[in-house]
């Protein structure tokens, strides 16, 4: 039985990483961690959300997962960070929870926090590598530690093999592409395995 304490942390509009957020939850509960699954903040106008029939049902289907506070980045040994690509970068909601995180960053609270993210866009080459990386280099300001899946299983070519993080490409009619279930759920298991790697370095 693992003792890791995992965040998995998504922002979504369209249901698909709130669904890869569910698969990891799902494969760190099998490697016997405990688990939360967080949202981060909305920001943009109600209005907009409304005019929105898919954000809208995506907003009402996570209207009951908890919004992600600094308290629960400062828990979690392990943290799996799952967001939609924006021009190649993380959404702005993302990003902003990251950016009021100042606080925990300067008493030392994100070192050595095991890391690891997924993505989604709409096509094959929309970005997903590089908003991966544009959060991964948030999380090595962060002294975290980058637990990568990279080609650690077969099951990760068949979601196409990108070795950042699980990245999914979703279709006009909103349903994914690649079957990337087995790959999110090895990669949330990699990340509680090397989180308890450090956990036990660190006793």
Same mark, same amino acid.
């Given at each position: 039985?693992s003792n890791v ?17 569910k698969w ?6 099998e490697?016997?961690?405990e688990?939360?699954v967080?949202k981060?903040?909305?920001?943009a106008?109600e209005s907009?959300?409304q005019g929105?029939?898919? @954000?809208?049902?995506t907003?009402?289907?996570t209207?009951? *997962?908890p919004?992600? !506070? +600094?308290?629960?980045?400062e828990?979690a040994?392990?943290i799996i ?5 924006r ?5 702005s909601?993302?990003?902003?929870f990251l950016?009021t995180?100042?606080g925990? @960053?300067?008493t030392?609270?994100?070192v050595?926090k095991? *890391?690891?993210?997924? !993505? +989604?866009?709409?096509n094959?080459h929309g970005g997903q590598e590089?908003t ?8 090595m300001?962060?002294?975290a530690i980058?637990?990568a ?16 993080g699980?990245?999914?490409t979703?279709?006009?009619?909103g349903?994914?592409?690649?079957d990337v279930q087995a790959a999110v759920k ?5 990340t509680?395995t ?5 956990k036990k370095?660190?006793?």
């Open positions: 039985m304490k995992l965040a998995v942390i998504f922002y979504s509009m369209g249901g698909t990483n709130y669904q890869l957020s990891a939850e799902e494969g760190a509960k490697a016997g961690a688990v939360k967080l981060v903040q909305e920001l106008p907009v959300v929105n029939e898919v @954000w809208k049902a907003v009402e289907a209207k009951d *997962v919004v992600v !506070t +600094s308290d629960d980045i828990w040994d392990a960070f799952s967001v939609p690509t021009f190649g970068n993380m959404p909601q993302m990003k902003q950016d995180q100042g925990l @960053w300067a030392g609270k994100t050595n095991v *890391v690891s993210a997924m !993505t +989604s866009a709409q094959p590089a991966i990386l544009s959060l991964y280099t948030s999380m300001h962060w002294g980058i637990a899946p990279g080609y650690t299983d077969p099951v990760l070519f068949g979601a196409g093999g990108n070795p950042y699980t990245s999914v979703v279709g006009q009619d349903k994914m592409i690649e090895h990669q949330a298991k990699r509680v090397v989180a308890e790697w450090v370095a660190n006793q």
